[in-house]
């Protein structure tokens, strides 16, 4: 079979989805999550491949890995600040 083999990934801490798809050869971030069919998945959303982000335009490779990743919920500078502040 020709093309590529590629996972898709959500490991939120309420919800663990991964879906593997066959995507035909030049498929980009945009084709696996659209082809993932996740409800999370928004257009826009910020997007890794093996922990290094990724652009929506960005080609996969054979074996990739897409994960899809959850909004921050607090500045990390803010959290630093917060956890570095003499108590």
Known sequence: ????????VL?????FVARTLHLPEGASVADALAAA???EATPG?????HGSVAAPTQRLHD???????????T?????????????
């Open 1 to 8: 079979m020709s093309g590529l083999r590629v996972e898709v």
């Open 11 to 15: 490991a939120w801490p309420e919800r």
């Open 37 to 39: 069919a996740l409800a």
């Open 45 to 49: 959303m910020p997007c890794a491949i």
């Open 63 to 73: 074996g990739d890995r897409v994960e899809l990743l959850r909004p921050l919920l």
């Open 75 to 87: 500045d990390p500078k803010e959290a630093r600040r917060r956890r570095a502040k003499p108590r």
